[in-house]
């Protein structure tokens, strides 16, 4: 069982709707969590951050972590097409020997016109 | 400001045959790491570097070898390319904190 589980997708939305994804994961010492958008033939880029439990808004985007559910999602509001990426989940534990990021597998999203 | 640079952008090697993908940041940024990216397997930390001479493996070192004698340069070398190595290779960089991570635009390695 992979330590991070994320949903591949893809995952196709049209304009305007409400987007949600999800990660799941097994390590309880996790405390920081991650979403990376990553474009095609890019690199990925941090879009959210947020240490242990709560909601974090961003604009028309929610980071939303359950450490006792072992759960992130991250919501987008009003998608457009140019959200349309693959979303990658990333976690880390304090004080974790290495500095790893531990990343998803990342869910592909398409918003269409 | 160019951010994380990579080059090659591209590569096809043989096995066997050995090369260096380089990555410079003008971020003055101490923590660099390489990751590679696979279908489905998310990306896997190879090695990181949190200062100029100081570098340290992480969940995938075998097979390469990396340096850092400058804040700007991180080089990542295939000693002796194997098809078990292709993969998409991102540098990444960051200035406080590991979680937050500026990436290169990658270099898509094949090895035949």
């Known amino acids: 069982q992979k330590e991070v589980e994320q949903d591949p997708g893809p995952l196709s939305v049209p304009e305007g709707a409400i987007v949600s994804l999800n990660c799941t994961y097994s390590n309880s010492a996790f405390q920081y969590f991650m979403w990376y958008r990553q474009y095609s033939r890019k690199g990925p880029e941090l879009l959210m951050y947020?240490?242990?439990?709560g909601n974090k808004e961003d604009g028309r985007f929610t980071a939303q972590v359950d450490k006792s559910s072992k759960y992130i999602s991250l919501f987008i509001r009003d998608s457009q097409p140019s959200d349309s990426a693959t979303y990658l989940c990333?976690?880390?534990?304090?004080?974790?020997?290495?500095?790893?990021?531990?990343f998803g597998g990342g869910t592909r999203l398409m918003v269409k016109p | 400001n160019a951010g994380v640079t990579q080059t090659p952008k591209f590569q096809v090697l043989k096995t066997g045959q050995s090369m260096t993908l380089q990555c410079a940041q003008d971020?003055?940024?101490?923590?660099m790491s390489w990751y590679r990216q696979d279908p489905g397997m998310g990306l896997r930390l190879i090695h990181y570097?949190?200062?100029?001479?100081?570098?340290d493996q992480g969940e995938v070192p075998n097979g390469y070898n990396v340096s850092r004698s400058t804040t700007e340069d991180f080089p990542l070398r295939l000693l002796s390319a194997a098809p078990s190595q292709t993969s998409v290779y991102f540098c990444?960089?960051?200035?406080?904190?590991?979680?937050?991570?500026?990436f290169g635009s990658g270099t898509q390695l094949s090895v035949l």
């Open positions: 971020m003055n940024h101490e923590y």
């Open positions: 990333a976690m880390s534990a304090y004080g974790n020997a290495g500095n790893m990021l531990t």
């Open positions: 947020t240490y242990s439990s």
């Open positions: 570097s949190v200062g100029a001479g100081i570098t």
């Open positions: 990444a960089s960051s200035y406080d904190r590991v979680e937050k991570l500026f």
